[in-house]
């Protein structure tokens, strides 16, 4: 690991919102680990995957942004996402993608989190979303402070109307949301649709499962 990334911030460092939302998680059966940028949450991110796991992540611009993606192609870990690109075949392609539902680790980004611990997140065909409820070993979800909202009712716009947006435009989808910026539900059918299936996380029973990341940074859509 390269000696100029810092490990993550202490607790006394936390933004206030950050503690509390922090506590709220842990009512839920979810931890909060707070990093002050996203170098400090690679360092967490690297040193809490132990050498030798199976690890799978989702796609995300904050994992692209702190350099994570990057750093797997070289990380001592099995990184199932090239495997699985690799699969030509449709069919088998799905299979391997559920296959990676299971990995020892997943990593993800989030849509929004509310401030009572509510993590909500979409996805077009579900893999993602099914390794977040249940499928994953670890979950390590990542998000920059912009992520955080205030209520559920804040999260489905912000799932709708801001993260749905520039994920359809960055994968050049033909969306309602895409062409006008703002969420029709009722018109977006198709393959197109990104928010094929909403997930919201309550709690989680299983102790140390899921691992909120936190960096102290607007990052992502």
């Known amino acids: 690991m390269d000696a100029r990334i810092q490990p993550p911030a202490r607790d006394k460092d936390m933004p206030r919102a950050v503690a509390a939302l922090k506590n709220e998680l842990g009512r839920r059966g979810m931890d909060l680990e707070y990093c002050a940028d996203g170098a400090s949450a690679l360092a967490f991110l690297l040193l809490r995957i132990p050498v030798g796991a199976t690890v799978m992540n989702g796609g995300s611009t904050t994992l692209e942004q702190i350099g994570f993606l990057d750093a797997l192609k070289d990380a001592p ?97 033909n969306t309602p949301c895409a062409l006008t910026g703002r969420c029709d539900n009722a018109a977006c059918r198709g393959p197109d649709r990104q928010c094929g299936k909403v997930l919201v996380i309550e709690n989680e029973r299983i102790a140390g499962r899921i691992c909120v990341v936190m960096i102290g940074a607007a990052l992502g859509y």
């Not at 401030?115 to 893999?127: F, K, L, M, Q, T």
């Not at 994953?136 to 009712?153: F, Q, R, S, Y």
């Open 77 to 173: 870990y099995d990184w199932l996402r090239p495997q699985v690109k690799a699969v030509n075949d449709p069919d088998e392609r799905v299979r391997a993608r559920r296959r990676a539902t299971i990995a020892d680790y997943f990593v993800g980004g989030v849509n929004a989190i509310t401030a009572a611990g509510e993590i909500v997140n979409a996805d077009g065909s579900g893999n993602r979303i099914a390794a977040y409820a249940f499928g994953a070993g670890k979950l390590l979800l990542v998000a920059g402070v912009n992520k955080i909202v205030p209520d559920i009712a804040s999260a489905f716009e912000r799932l709708r109307n801001v993260a749905a947006v520039e994920e359809c435009r960055h994968l050049g989808m």
